[in-house]
């Protein structure tokens, strides 16, 4: 199997030397290339192989996962009381110390705790907390909870502020569409559901690539070797041309676009699928959605994607009634489907360069309803996990007793550790990202 | 009143620059969802002003004054309680778990009455009597933003696409008072909590930043002035109400004036406002024509609006007429909105709709369900509906269409349990049944022009003929049928 690095280095041939045109190039490859000036293209190959970036893994716990039955304040009769239906035996509870333990499904996380992979930050929250699912999980998307129209996220920030050109693969989410938290002003993630779907599904691909190439780009026949500084200077002759008529938008730049886009898609596509079908890891990931995700994740970091950040979503944890089987259930996928992975990636020998993070949009109600459910709550735990981080229960929890309308009052602002997060694993300035300084938490990365 | 910007005088055809067939399939597209040969030969042969003429020529009214039979199938939720009241008679009585048993009834009834009102729509923009009010009629949902989303109460949604039906090419006055009274709306940005003892700024806000003014044409105060003049502005049993005991009636100063003001009266000072004409008439624009406009336009196009009074109608007309509009940069220059795209295609391949639960996913993940725009700004649209995952579906779900194989996993349901019927009517392939009725070379030619509808380069032309082979089959034809619409050209109107 080819790997990913000489088959782009065969594509970057194929794009920059046997085509003339500068819109033949994809996009993602103009502003880097292009901007290598007379540099060779090996030094964008070896940045393309994305084998030494770090990268964040983030999932997203979807429905307001109840975090008091996730990290359980056995010690507290508060919690005992509140929970008389739905409570977990102190017995049961996987201790982490002599307050709180986790749900008695997250054995294999308990495992990552004791091998100091894994930190439990308490308590985590924002002001005036919002309960409505949709918006309080686009307040932990944008990370600016008096924006109702904010239009990126905190993701998609940084990937404009930071990652140079306009590479799509900075970020790659598996669902449906991206979510906001990935979206940027200049960058968008690729989503996928599975990556079979993320193709041409068409039965004629190699007309369709024929017709999806710029109309003067004769794909059969040689260039000169300076092809690709005449190809920049073409791009930027067309460029000077549109700033002087002040219209970027004609038939024919949108073809341009158009046509750039779709290459862009079909070698990305290319690579994931390469990836994905070449991995099968010995490590049993469950069998949704969620568990398929990070095995495809796990794939795309095995094949050197240079993603900075990859998104995957855990649902279904909207427990307002009959709490306790479906919990239990979706503890038992989280454990399942993060020990696979950080198993698959230690061997992969990529364990030391990847973090991964969870959250929800809230966390649920004190005390039980009359369902042997939860009702939409406020702050709760997030985990992080990795090589890097430091192992621990951190933060202070929330009391149990006094509460804002039934609801945990959180003690840890969530952009904290985004900023925690952006400063001292994505190597950015959070403040830009934040709108303002929010404090990091310095014992939580041994980086 | 300022003279006529020259790019809006009306193109007049001459024999250099005709309204050939191009120009006037091109007003189909941008005034509509796209039209088959013999209706292009119709316009064509009417010459621009009667075809707009045509194509303005429909009713401001709703569609049950216009028609009782083409209507949304709504039973699901006959008889669905109106108020909170008879929500509560129905849990009168019940144990928890019969309440959250209704509940989900209630619910699940009201995603298929949504997604029935979605399937209404998406036929009536293909085949529906006025493509021009259709296509007003969405630009102004997503301007007058609301989501079906949360739970939204289907028939409020169907009450307010109504109401923006009224009002599509009406008075602009009129409709945003109509809106600002619409159930649904004054749910979805929260007027139902505005009371004169607690108010919440959320629609004033929006009034300004997104539906008149744009943002940084008014202060934080102006929002909470306008707030308390729309206090108590609510609504009950799906009608708006005006509860006098949530309405401030203490004096408001709102852009330099002082008074009692009301909803209304906050609505008619900030019309007066120099932002408020250039901001919606050059949305209308924009829309039909093109994003980035030239300077001194965006005066002449709001005197148009102010002359007539905020009617809307002259300046729809000056719009569609105009010379931008058909100019060479204009036509094959916008990035047809997935529903255009969708729309589009069951139109010129002469299918029929297919049923919401198979497109649903395609359009979700294309960025774009009717009824359920992403935020309150609306859809953002141009370049920002294409990147490479939304590419392959808009292909992929252009290439299902024609006969191709379904996008996998592309099919979701809106509700829970009807999961399986979307499978299986995924499962069934397109009707899409392409006649061979002329030599190779010609069918290249027709279906060219019948689905882009714009000369294309040779080459590519030659690549269509191959596909077709020398002795073109029913298959053949569908496959070739198949790549014109994988063209990036395709994408575009």
């Known amino acids: 199997m080819l790997d990913s690095v000489s088959t782009r280095r065969l594509f970057l041939q194929r794009g920059l030397t046997l085509v003339s045109a500068a819109v033949t190039v994809p996009t993602f490859l103009d502003n880097t290339v292009l901007a290598l000036d007379q540099k060779a293209d090996g030094a964008r190959v070896q940045q393309a192989s994305g084998k030494d970036g770090k990268i964040l893994v983030v999932i997203q716990l979807s429905g307001g996962n109840d975090g008091l039955n996730t990290v359980i304040p056995w010690a507290d009769d508060a919690y005992h009381k509140a929970r008389p239906a739905i409570r977990h035996d102190p017995k049961d509870v996987l201790k982490l110390n002599n307050y709180v333990g986790l749900h008695p499904n997250l054995a294999p996380l308990k495992e990552l705790y004791d091998n100091g992979k894994m930190a439990v930050i308490q308590g985590v929250g924002y002001p005036n907390p919002n309960r409505s699912h949709f918006r309080s999980m686009d307040i932990w998307h944008t990370a600016q909870p008096d924006n109702e129209v904010a239009t990126n996220g905190w993701l998609g920030r940084f990937f404009d502020n930071t990652c140079a050109g306009v590479d799509p693969h900075v970020g790659v989410s598996i669902g449906a569409t991206a979510p906001l938290a990935m979206k940027g002003d200049r960058i968008t993630p690729l989503s996928f559901e599975r990556p079979e779907n993320y193709r041409y599904t068409g039965k004629d691909r190699e007309r369709y690539e024929e017709l999806n190439q710029a109309d003067d780009a004769p794909a059969t026949q040689p260039a000169e070797p300076s092809a690709p500084k005449t190809a920049r200077e073409k791009f930027e002759q067309a460029k000077i041309e549109r700033a002087k008529t002040k219209i970027e938008i004609t038939p024919a730049s949108q073809m341009e676009f158009l046509t750039r886009t779709a290459m862009d898609a079909r070698v990305s596509s290319d690579d994931i699928l390469r990836m994905t079908r070449g991995h099968n890891p010995q490590y049993q990931y469950p069998a949704n959605g969620f568990g398929q995700g990070l095995k495809t994740i796990a794939a795309m970091i095995k094949g050197g994607l240079p993603t900075r950040v990859y998104y995957v979503s855990l649902g279904g944890f909207d427990t307002h009634a009959g709490e306790r089987g479906r919990h239990d259930q979706l503890m038992q996928q989280l454990a399942q489907g993060v020990s696979a992975f950080l198993k698959d990636i230690q061997q992969q020998e990529n364990d030391d360069r990847v973090l991964l993070m969870t959250f929800s949009e809230f966390g649920r109600r004190v005390t039980q309803n009359a369902s042997g459910g939860t009702d939409h709550g406020a702050a709760a735990p997030m985990f992080l996990f990795g090589k890097n981080i430091q192992q621990g229960v951190l933060g202070q929890h929330p009391s149990l007793t006094k509460l804002d309308q039934g609801d945990l009052i959180y003690t840890v602002d969530f952009r904290s550790i985004y900023a925690t997060i952006l400063q001292k694993w994505l190597d950015t300035p959070s403040k830009a990202i934040l709108g303002s300084q929010f404090p990091t938490m310095e014992k939580l990365l041994r980086v | ?493």
């Open chain 2, 1 to 493: 009143m300022p003279k006529l910007h020259p790019l809006l005088e009306p193109f007049v055809p001459t024999s250099d620059d005709p309204f050939d067939a191009v120009k006037a399939a091109h007003l189909l597209n941008r005034a509509g969802f796209g039209g088959l040969p013999d209706e292009i030969a119709r316009i064509q042969s009417m010459g621009p002003q009667a075809a707009i003429d045509l194509l303005m020529d429909f009713p401001d009214a709703r569609a049950e004054e216009v028609s009782q039979s083409d209507l949304p199938d709504l039973s699901s939720i006959e008889g669905y309680p109106k108020s909170f009241q008879e929500i509560r008679k129905l849990y009168a009585g019940k144990t928890q778990d019969e309440r959250q048993a209704i509940q989900q009834m209630l619910q699940q009834a009201n995603r298929e009455a949504i997604a029935a009102t979605i399937a209404w729509w998406m036929k009536r923009f293909a085949n529906g009597p006025y493509p021009l009010h259709e296509k007003l009629v969405f630009m102004w949902h997503g301007h007058f933003t609301t989501s079906a989303k949360d739970e939204r109460a289907a028939a409020l949604m169907w009450n307010q696409n109504e109401t923006i039906r009224r009002f599509a090419a009406g008075n602009f006055r009129e409709f945003v008072k109509g809106i600002s009274r619409d159930p649904a709306m004054l749910d979805y940005l929260n007027n139902t909590q505005n009371r004169k003892q607690k108010p919440n700024e959320n629609y004033a806000r929006e009034l300004m930043e997104l539906f008149t003014l744009g943002i940084g044409n008014y202060s934080e105060d102006d929002i909470k002035q306008a707030a308390r003049a729309f206090t108590g502005w609510t609504h009950e049993d799906g009608e708006y109400r005006f509860r006098k005991y949530d309405h401030d009636e203490g004096a408001k100063a709102f852009f330099g004036k002082r008074g009692n003001f009301n909803g209304d009266d906050i609505i008619d000072i900030i019309l007066m406002h120099p932002a408020c004409a250039p901001y919606i008439s050059t949305k209308v624009f924009r829309w039909f024509v093109y994003e980035e406009i030239e300077p001194g336009l965006a005066e002449s196009l709001a005197s148009i609006l102010k002359q007539a009074d905020w009617d809307l109608r002259p300046l729809i007309r000056t719009i569609l007429s105009s010379k931008a509009f058909y100019a060479s940069r204009t036509i094959g220059s916008q990035i047809k909105s997935p529903v255009q795209l969708v729309v589009g295609t069951v139109k010129l391949l002469e299918l029929e709709m297919p049923p919401p639960l198979r497109l649903y996913g395609s359009l979700e993940q294309m960025g774009q369900v009717p009824l359920m725009p992403p935020n309150v700004k609306g859809w953002p649209g141009g370049r920002m509906w294409i990147n490479t995952s939304t590419l392959f579906v808009r292909y992929n779900t252009c290439v299902f269409l024609a006969g191709g194989s379904a996008p996998m996993r592309q099919i979701k349901a809106i509700g829970k349990g009807a999961n399986k019927n979307a499978r299986a009517s995924a499962e069934a392939t397109g009707s899409f049944k392409p006649t061979v009725d002329a030599p190779p070379k010609e069918l290249v030619d027709y279906w060219v022009n019948r689905l882009i509808q714009r000369p294309i380069p040779d080459d590519k032309k030659q690549i269509l003929l191959d596909s077709l082979g020398t002795n073109p089959t029913e298959s053949s034809l569908k496959q070739m049928i198949q790549l014109i619409v994988s063209m990036p050209e395709y994408q575009l109107c």
